[in-house]
């Protein structure tokens, strides 16, 4: 098995620490963790990816640490994507690069495939549809107590909630029966100061305002909204607990409308929201399968 490494490198005016497997000269798989979550969070696939001859990277998104918090307070999916194709140019990225995102890191490949298609060759995105997919669901009941957790990210007891066990607690839901214990620590790790903590909990705050800081963000922003041009392999745990797959497949037509051409759409069985942990090897076949096609 392939070494993982450890790095920082400048992009977007943010430095950021990154993991990395596989050769320097093979094309970029950059790949995109999410909340509660770090970038061990692809412990299993980065192997996978450079045993195929990728060089992959794996950053901590913009405010966990190590890597820094911004100082204008950006984090709405635009500037997540901008940080994407930021990235790209500094690993020196080519039409060959493809990206893969769970979660937030789901909503950072689509903004950034879609704002700079040249730069990204096949695109794979874990446990987050794009958000026309799920918005007929969103409301439904049952999708709505699982989605708590986002209303109290809008409240000022946000932060004195996010304790181990609530963040523990909010794992054993989403994947029934994966100990989650060390990515617990893991993601309280990246939680290094109040302000880590805060950065976290702004991605849930930037939903609700997604006009802040748009000159910037502009394009990133409006691509992550509308259905790229890069084809997209999207996988989804059929346990999910934080969005269920009720509210993502209750259409399958809809759902793929909402990917761009030539995608598939798919179930991963005896999964949750952490699927590529709770099925890697099932997961890991997937991707590799679909990033290796031409």
Same mark, same amino acid.
């Given at each position: ?18 993991l ?11 790949c ?10 692809w ?12 060089? =992959? *990277? ?6 966990? #640490?190590?890597? /820094?918090?911004? &100082?204008? !307070? +950006?984090f ?15 690993f020196?990225?080519?039409?060959? =690069? *493809? ?5 937030w890191? #789901?909503?950072? /490949?689509?903004? &950034?495939? !879609? +704002? ?18 799920m ?53 309280m ?6 302000a ?72 991963v069985?005896?999964?949750g ?22």
């Amino acid at each position: 098995m392939a070494d993982v490494g450890t790095g920082t490198v400048e992009a977007n005016g943010l430095e950021f620490g990154y993991l990395t497997a596989g050769p320097a000269s093979g094309p970029l798989a950059l790949c995109l963790h999410g909340f509660p979550d770090s970038a061990h969070t692809w412990r299993h696939l980065m192997p996978e990816l450079a045993a195929a001859g990728y060089r =992959a *990277v794996a950053p901590f998104m913009r405010g966990y #640490a190590p890597t /820094a918090i911004p &100082a204008d !307070g +950006a984090f709405q999916t635009g500037a997540l994507a901008a940080d994407a194709n930021a990235l790209h140019e500094v690993f020196g990225g080519d039409g060959d =690069a *493809v990206l893969i995102g769970h979660d937030w890191g #789901a909503f950072a /490949a689509y903004g &950034a495939s !879609g +704002a700079a298609p040249g730069r990204w060759r096949r695109v794979v995105t874990l446990a987050v549809p794009p958000m026309g997919a799920m918005l007929h669901s969103f409301f439904a009941y049952e999708q709505l107590k699982r989605s708590f957790y986002i209303f109290l990210m809008q409240t000022p007891l946000a932060a004195m909630a996010m304790s181990d066990d609530f963040v523990a607690g909010l794992w054993r839901d989403w994947s029934p029966g994966f100990d989650a214990s060390d990515d617990v620590t893991r993601f309280m790790a990246c939680m290094a100061t109040p302000a880590h903590m805060e950065a976290a909990i702004g991605y849930y705050r930037a939903m609700l305002d997604p006009t802040r800081h748009r000159e910037r963000y502009a394009s990133e922003q409006d691509a992550a909204s509308k259905p790229g041009s890069k084809p997209t392999l999207y996988l989804h745990g059929s346990s999910d607990g934080c969005l269920g797959p009720d509210a993502v497949f209750a259409d399958h037509a809809a759902l793929l409308a909402q990917l761009p051409p030539e995608s598939r759409a798919e179930l991963v069985p005896d999964a949750g929201h952490f699927l590529h942990l709770d099925r890697p090897g099932e997961v890991n076949r997937r991707i590799l399968d679909w990033i290796t096609t031409r």
